[in-house]
């Protein structure tokens, strides 16, 4: 069974500029989320998908954004990039909400705003 | 707004000792999860808890839903158990999204 699978792995970009991610979930698995990791704040949760509908979110920005489609893949939007938005953007998937179930790493996208 | 303390941050342990890794909550949660990474930054699920214990080969999980704490242990350790280690909790029957701890960077030496 294939993993999740993060798109790119690696980001360059400039400051104002705006990024979109990709996740590709674990087939039959219905919730996405994404999470930030940075060396000073740790592993920092964003949003959850199920089923199409943002279930909750992180203390983030509106900047950042995302969304989820019927095949249960998820993309993430950061508008208007700052440089401490450098990060390793990483998203996991799980069968159930993930107060039911185990998650599902990706290898994350590293994001760097120059 | 859940507050999670892991303890201790760092520790070093020789191979074949037994380890104890310790996450305390300051909300009352639905689940907790251990996870585990290895430098590199692939993070991979070791456990899922709402209640009791599960063990899973060497690695055993408890969880005291009244005291808000759970623990990670490792039994006969090996220098491949070296990563961090992070409990992460879901608090508000998951509308609060997950909570992490800063992690416990394990190093197992030969």
């Known amino acids: 069974k294939a993993g999740v699978t993060q798109t790119p792995r690696y980001l360059i970009k400039t400051r104002g500029q705006q990024v979109t991610l990709s996740c590709s979930p674990i087939s039959g698995h219905r919730s996405v989320s994404w999470y930030q990791q940075t060396p000073g704040q740790g592993l920092q949760f964003l949003f959850e998908?199920?089923?199409?509908?943002?279930?909750n979110k992180g203390n983030f920005p509106g900047r950042f954004s995302g969304r989820q489609f019927s095949n249960s893949r998820s993309e993430m939007n950061v508008s208007t990039l700052e440089l401490g938005d450098s990060a390793l953007y990483l998203c996991a998937s799980s069968l159930d909400r993930f107060n039911n179930s185990p998650l599902h790493f990706g290898n994350g996208t590293r994001l760097t705003v120059t | 707004k859940n507050e999670v303390e892991q303890s201790p941050q760092n520790l070093t342990a020789q191979e074949g000792e037994f380890i104890t890794i310790n996450c305390s909550y300051s909300?009352?949660?639905?689940?907790l999860h251990w996870l585990q990474q290895h430098p590199g930054g692939g993070i991979v699920s070791l456990f899922m808890?709402?209640?009791g214990k599960k063990k899973h080969g060497r690695l055993i999980a408890t969880i005291n839903i009244q005291e808000k704490h759970s623990s990670l242990h490792i039994t006969a350790s090996h220098p491949r158990d070296s990563a961090v280690y992070i409990c992460?909790?879901?608090?508000?029957?998951?509308?609060?999204?997950?909570?992490f701890g800063k992690g416990t960077h394990l190093i197992i030496q030969p």
């Open positions: 998908y199920f089923s199409e509908t943002q279930r």
């Open positions: 808890l709402s209640s």
């Open positions: 992460a909790v879901v608090s508000g029957g998951g509308a609060d999204g997950l909570t």
């Open positions: 909300v009352g949660i639905s689940a």
